[in-house]
Every structure is written in C-alpha cells, then in structure tokens.
C-alpha cells in the first residue's frame, strides 16, 4: 500500500496537469506508427476491471465519499458462518465476473421493453475517485455505481456482524440524487448486495429496520433457514456461534425485523430435524411455505407469483433474498447443506 498510494497520487496529479487530447491526431503514440488511430477508451464484456455489468466504481465506503447514491451494489466477502463447505467469500467476485456480458451496449431487454444502460451517463475508464466518469444523470436522474466490498474481517465472526451492518448503514443513510430534472422519489438508497454466505442477511435486516420497520421478506431458496440455533444444531458454543448461515431468519424474526404474515419462502425442498422446524417457521419468524413441489402442483410459476403477491401485498416495504441453491440443482450441485 505504501508503494501504490504515491502512485495513485502521481498519476492524479499528471491528469490536472496533462491537457487531455481532443482529437485523434492530438494523441502521442510515437513515431512510424502507420495505422489509423481508434479510440480505445471502452469496455469489451472480458475486459478492464470487473465490476457488475461494467458499471463504474466508487469507494462509496469512504469517510470522504458525498458523491449521490440511488442504486448501489455492495459486496459481502464472508463465509465465516457457514455450517458445511466455505468458499462463498470468493462470491462477490464470481458474480461480478458472471455479469460480464451485461453492458452499455447490445443491452436492450425484449421482455421488459426497455434498456437498463439507457438512463446512465457511462463512461469507461478514468481515476474511480473522478466522479466525472461516475453513472449520474441520464433520462431519470439516477446514480447507479458499484460500490466495491466490504473489507470483512474473516477471523471474528462478532466483529465481521459490525463491520457488515455499518457498511449498510452507511449505504442506506447514504445521500441520494437531488440534481435538477431527478425522478427519483428515494430518500434512501436501494442495495444490492452479493454475498456471500447467507447469514449477512441479518446484518442487512438489523439495518433496514431503522428505516422501514418489520419489512417483508420474499426469501426464494431450498432451505428454510428460519431453524432454532438450540433445537438440533451441533457446534453451538456461543451467543455468536448461534448465528449461522442457516439461524439467521429465527434472530431477525425474535428482533422484530421481519414483518410475520406478509413474508414468504419460494423453492423449498430441504430435510428438517423434524415437523417443529415449520411450526417454527410459520409461527416465531411469520413465513409462508412455498415449497418446490407446488410449481407443478399449482399451475406454474404464473400461480405462485400470485401466491406470493397475496401474502407479501403491493404496497409493503419488500427485502428480496436469492440463494443459489433455489435455483435449479443443475446449476447449484456444487452447494451442499
């Protein structure tokens, strides 16, 4: 670090004092170079430092950072609470590799009738600390960065809890788009975070009730994850070893963070230590089961989207939680437990 930050500040300093070049024949390649120039300052999908879909970066975690937040992408690294096989810390990472493909560009979404690049000014390249290069603007207003991950201790779980939920705090309290023309009507920012073991959810719920109150929860998964850290488990030792990647759900319902009645699990196919793990569910935390099996049983996922609207409502608060394993088993075999 002491090498790279004198670094940073040089070409920082060169960049004040460097006239950009206006045109291609402004740009210094040297001499007996014989081919046209282009411009290369773009993104291919395999190219230039990943970030989710290519979107810009901002180190949103900065004390300094005032920079207006609409929608932000913040990474959980931790896998420090998981029960079986760790890993998930690399999580962040794969999934912003995964969104490669998405960029400003062949973008536009058939389906939904629009281009979700279309509302952001992008530009490739540039110092990430030049909010000049940031996604700002555009036809709604909205600032739409990657925020980086949260720098999570992987050595004290304790610590890590507090690490995530005032880096989400942070976030959620952050300031948001108040340029002139702003459609935006948030006074806070919408997250989306990529974790990850499951547990970070609970740091993340810890923090939204602040703003919003119980908030409903549409939980789309294999596991329930609502079990009683002292009903079965094995290697509880502690007040914080009873947080786990699969307890998470029972601590956020018995503090009042999720809202009983109006939240849901969707693609349930788990084992259970026995039928009190969905009198749990139902009755301590507040779910309805939605289990994999009803897809078919009830006419297709057009039947369950109905379901899940009947019991979460239109006008609620909703925190949205995917877990690979909810997926098809073709794509998470390599998830166990």
Avoid at 3 to 12: A, E, K, M
Avoid at 117 to 126: E, T
Avoid at 209 to 227: A, M
Avoid at 298 to 322: C, H, N, P, Q, T
Wanted: with cysteine; net charge negative; aromatic share 10%.
């Amino acid at each position: 670090m002491s090498f790279q930050v004198p670094i940073l500040t040089f070409l920082t300093l060169a960049s004040l004092v460097s006239p950009t070049p206006s045109t291609s024949s402004d740009l210094n390649v040297g001499p007996n170079y014989a081919y046209p120039i282009e411009n290369l300052d773009h993104d291919l999908p395999f190219s230039s430092p990943a970030t989710f879909a290519h979107l810009p970066w901002q180190r949103c975690l900065s004390h300094a950072h005032t920079t207006p937040l609409d929608i932000a992408v913040l990474g959980f690294p931790y896998d420090t609470s998981t029960s079986y096989r760790p890993g998930a810390r690399f999580g962040p990472r794969g999934i912003r590799a995964a969104s490669a493909r998405e960029k400003p560009g062949r973008s536009y979404n058939t389906l939904y009738g629009l281009d979700p690049f279309a509302n952001l000014v992008h530009k490739a390249g540039g110092s990430p600390d030049d909010d000049s290069n940031q996604a700002s603007g555009g036809a709604t207003g909205l600032s739409i960065v990657d925020c980086g991950d949260i720098p999570i201790t992987p050595f004290d779980a304790a610590h890590a809890f507090k690490q995530m939920e005032q880096a989400y705090r942070q976030i959620l309290f952050h300031n948001t788009s108040s340029s002139p023309g702003s459609t935006s009507r948030w006074t806070h920012p919408r997250i989306l975070s990529l974790g990850g073991d499951h547990s970070i959810v609970l740091p993340i719920l810890r923090s939204l009730k602040q703003v919003y109150g119980p908030i409903s929860v549409i939980h789309l998964d294999s596991h329930l994850d609502t079990w009683d850290p002292y009903g079965g488990y094995t290697g509880i030792a502690s007040k914080q070893s009873a947080i786990t990647h699969g307890t998470f759900f029972w601590h956020a319902g018995r503090e009042g963070c999720i809202s009983k009645g109006s939240s849901v699990h969707a693609g349930l196919r788990t084992k259970l230590f026995g039928p009190q793990d969905y009198e749990i569910d139902r009755g301590v935390v507040g779910f309805e089961m939605i289990e994999a099996k009803d897809v078919d049983e009830e006419g297709g996922m057009a039947a369950i989207v109905e379901r899940v609207k009947k019991v979460v409502g239109i006008d609620r608060s909703v925190y949205l939680s995917i877990d690979i394993d909810g997926e098809y088993p073709l794509y998470g075999n390599f998830l166990v437990g």
